[in-house]
């Protein structure tokens, strides 16, 4: 059996990493998204957004997985699991999660914005959100940024195509913990529902694909992922 799991910032929510647009805790509440995670914010004041990211690199190299990351992690004993995530966390990798496709980057990984070449350096610890801190920068004079993808950047082209050859040979597509509202990435379920792919989708709140998932569990990610295999029979009967 193949399981394709295609997840958002709210399967790491129970680990204590804030989702984005979840209101009363969203770290876009306190920020405009567009000022600080696109390629314009950048342009315009690196420094702000070198701050904001150290500041979650600190926080996501603080928290731990959850029962849902490792959930998913287990299900490979079962069946042929690929992750499709729009996190720029590693928790489903440090859940043991094998084949993980980042369609929107990773806070753990860096590159100069100039010549690409990937940085290695030192990244400053930031325990507390700070306004500003200089980016550090490269020999040939560009500034080192992490490589993940702002609104207005292109997707990784190897994450997308593995993204789509999981969706496609997916016999069960799991959507958890996004809003489904970024694109091309929120473009991913709705192909699996065009190809007559199951689709259970795991979020507390409905969202734009509530109404053509298959199931739609209005149930969190750390209680819903552990039994979800098991449920299956009764969830399709
Ligand atoms: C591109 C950076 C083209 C890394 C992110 C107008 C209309 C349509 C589209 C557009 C438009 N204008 C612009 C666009 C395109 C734009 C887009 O889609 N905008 C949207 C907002 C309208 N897309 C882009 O710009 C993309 N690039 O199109 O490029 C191009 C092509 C070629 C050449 C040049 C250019 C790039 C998109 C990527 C942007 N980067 N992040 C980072 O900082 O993390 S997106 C950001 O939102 C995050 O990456 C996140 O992954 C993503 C989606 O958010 P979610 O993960 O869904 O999180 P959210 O808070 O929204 O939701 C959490 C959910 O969890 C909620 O539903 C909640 O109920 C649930 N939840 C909470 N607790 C739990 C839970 N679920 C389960 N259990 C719980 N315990
Ligand atoms: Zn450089």
New binding site residues.
């Given amino acids: 059996m193949r399981v394709t799991v295609f997840?958002?910032?709210?399967?790491s929510?129970?680990s204590g990493v804030p989702?984005?647009?979840?209101a009363e805790t969203?770290l876009w509440a306190k920020v405009d998204?567009y000022e600080i995670?696109s390629s314009e914010g950048w342009r315009a004041h690196p420094d702000k957004v070198w701050a904001w990211?150290l500041w979650?690199h600190h926080m996501m190299g603080a928290v731990a997985p959850n029962e849902?990351h490792r959930a998913v992690a287990a299900w490979e004993d079962h069946a042929e699991v690929h992750v499709v995530t729009?996190?720029?966390d590693n928790l489903h990798e440090r859940a043991g999660s094998r084949n993980v496709h980042h369609v929107?980057?990773s806070?753990f990984e860096f590159h100069c914005d100039r010549c690409g070449t990937e940085y290695a350096g030192p990244i400053p610890d930031m325990p507390e959100p700070v306004e500003s801190v200089q980016p550090p920068r490269c020999v040939c004079g560009g500034l080192i940024r992490p490589n993940?993808?702002?609104?207005?950047?292109?997707?990784p082209d190897d994450a997308w195509e593995q993204s789509l050859e999981a969706v496609v040979h997916a016999d069960l597509l799991v959507v958890?913990?996004?809003?489904?509202?970024?694109?091309?990435?929120?473009g991913l379920p709705e192909l699996a529902v065009a190809h007559g792919t199951p689709v259970i989708e795991?979020?507390?709140?409905p969202?734009p694909l509530s109404a053509s998932a298959t199931v739609s569990l209005r149930?969190?990610?750390?209680s819903?992922l552990p039994g979800l295999l098991q449920r299956l029979p009764s969830l399709f009967d």
């Fill in positions: 997840s958002g910032a709210g399967i929510a129970e989702t984005f647009r979840d969203g998204p995670s990211y979650r849902g729009q996190n720029v929107h980057g806070l993940v993808v702002w609104f207005g950047e292109p997707l958890v913990g996004t809003s489904s509202v970024v694109y091309p990435a929120a795991v979020n507390p709140e969202t149930e969190k990610a750390a819903a």
